[in-house]
């Protein structure tokens, strides 16, 4: 252990998408970094916007009791990103300026930026910046890389397998194909651990290109084989040629064309992201938040904490910042839900 500074300065933010477990971290890092080190809080409004309008204020340890169970953020979030752009308004100052120029008026030590993919790059570019920056990953699509996990991929799979539960009972008295969407962007996590809980007969994700023909014939197999209803659950990242329908509904339609088949369409949305966390988001996210308190007292800056084999380690920024963690095809669960019969179209 390196050497502990007391009583250094904290500005916290949270941007991009909302999750839940994100309150959890905020008061992980406070209440560690109050309690133990003696140190000062102050919470960014909206994430970088904040930090480019000044908007803040300081947060006690007082602030930080019972937002342990809240959803979304208590700092409110924006998908700001100050770099984007830059150097086309020739007589503009900066954003990255103003936001150097506010971290020192502010009396900054550090910044914590708790975020995904987007948020994490902006924090890298600081840190290179000169900026003393730590970095929390939180996404519900669970596509950092450099970590096994994120905060609120847990709890927007309870959410979607919940709601893929409810849907088997309603296709199962219809004899339909039910279709589900979840979110993820461009990775399949949300819709292969949700489409697994679920028991999802098919499986579609960005990583795993599909075949309509192949979704055909092994859903018309299934009504042969004396099972009259099927639930296909799909991420809302995979390949859709209909650019102004959802993947759930060009795919429900294209299955009801290829086979007869009665198909129904549902995209849970924002539901996954809403609401309070899952006991393990919330383990994880104060995982983080005392991990990150911990290495600022260290001054160990421009790193994300992150869980490795289910110990918390620390990344540097630059090896995380512009790489996307995807399901590898070959992914063991892919393997073993294709050895049970799951279907992902190809
Ligand atoms: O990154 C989280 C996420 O919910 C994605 O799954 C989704 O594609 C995106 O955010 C939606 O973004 P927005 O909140 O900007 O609509």
């Known amino acids: 252990m390196g050497k502990i500074v007391r009583g250094q300065k904290i500005g916290i933010l949270t941007a991009g998408g909302d999750c839940p477990g994100i309150n959890a971290a905020i008061r992980g890092v406070g209440k560690t970094a109050i309690v133990k080190y003696g140190m000062r809080l102050v919470g960014i409004s909206d994430g970088f916007t904040g930090l480019i309008t000044k908007e803040y204020r300081e947060l006690?340890?007082?602030?930080?009791?019972?937002?342990?169970t809240l959803?979304?953020?208590?700092?409110?979030?924006?998908?700001?990103?100050?770099?984007?752009?830059?150097?086309?308004?020739?007589?503009?100052?900066?954003?990255?300026?103003?936001i150097k120029e506010h971290y020192e008026q502010m009396g900054l030590d550090c910044l914590v930026c708790i975020g995904g993919n987007g948020t994490l790059k902006t924090a890298n570019l600081?840190?290179?910046?000169?900026?003393?920056?730590v970095g929390i990953p939180k996404t519900i699509d669970n596509d950092v890389w450099g970590t096994d996990l994120t905060f609120?991929?847990?709890?927007?799979?309870n959410i979607a397998t919940e709601a893929i539960d409810r849907l088997h009972s309603t296709a199962n008295s219809h004899?339909?194909?039910?279709?589900?969407?979840?979110?993820?962007?461009?990775?399949?996590w949300i819709a292969l651990y949700s489409g697994i809980a679920g028991g999802g007969d098919v499986i579609l994700i960005p990583e795993i290109e599909y075949n309509?023909?192949?979704?055909?014939?092994?859903?018309?197999?299934?009504?042969?084989?004396?099972?009259?209803?099927?639930?296909?659950?799909?991420?809302?990242?995979?390949?859709?040629?209909?650019?102004?329908?959802?993947a759930a509904q060009y795919i429900s339609k294209r299955i009801n064309e290829m086979t007869g088949l009665e198909t129904r369409e549902t995209v849970l949305g924002y539901i996954q992201r809403g609401g309070t966390p899952s006991p393990m988001d919330r383990v994880l996210a104060t995982r983080y938040g005392t991990a990150a308190a911990d290495m600022i007292a260290e001054r160990d800056f421009g790193k994300m904490v992150a869980l490795k084999d289910n110990r918390i380690v620390s990344v540097s920024l630059g090896e995380v910042s512009g790489k996307l963690k995807l399901v590898e095809p070959?992914?063991?669960l892919v393997i073993q839900a294709q050895n049970m019969g799951t279907s992902f179209g190809i």
């Open 71 to 98: 959803g979304g953020t208590i700092l409110g979030t924006s998908r700001e990103k100050p770099f984007k752009g830059m150097g086309k308004g020739k007589n503009e100052i900066s954003k990255p300026v103003l």
């Open 152 to 157: 609120g991929f847990d709890s927007a799979v």
């Open 60 to 68: 006690t340890e007082h602030d930080l009791s019972g937002i342990l």
């Open 330 to 332: 070959n992914d063991p």
């Open 126 to 133: 600081l840190s290179q910046e000169g900026l003393n920056v």
């Open 212 to 246: 309509e023909e192949k979704i055909a014939e092994y859903l018309l197999h299934r009504v042969n084989e004396n099972k009259p209803y099927s639930i296909v659950v799909l991420a809302e990242g995979i390949k859709n040629p209909a650019k102004d329908r959802s």
């Open 175 to 188: 004899k339909r194909i039910m279709i589900i969407e979840l979110m993820g962007h461009n990775a399949g």
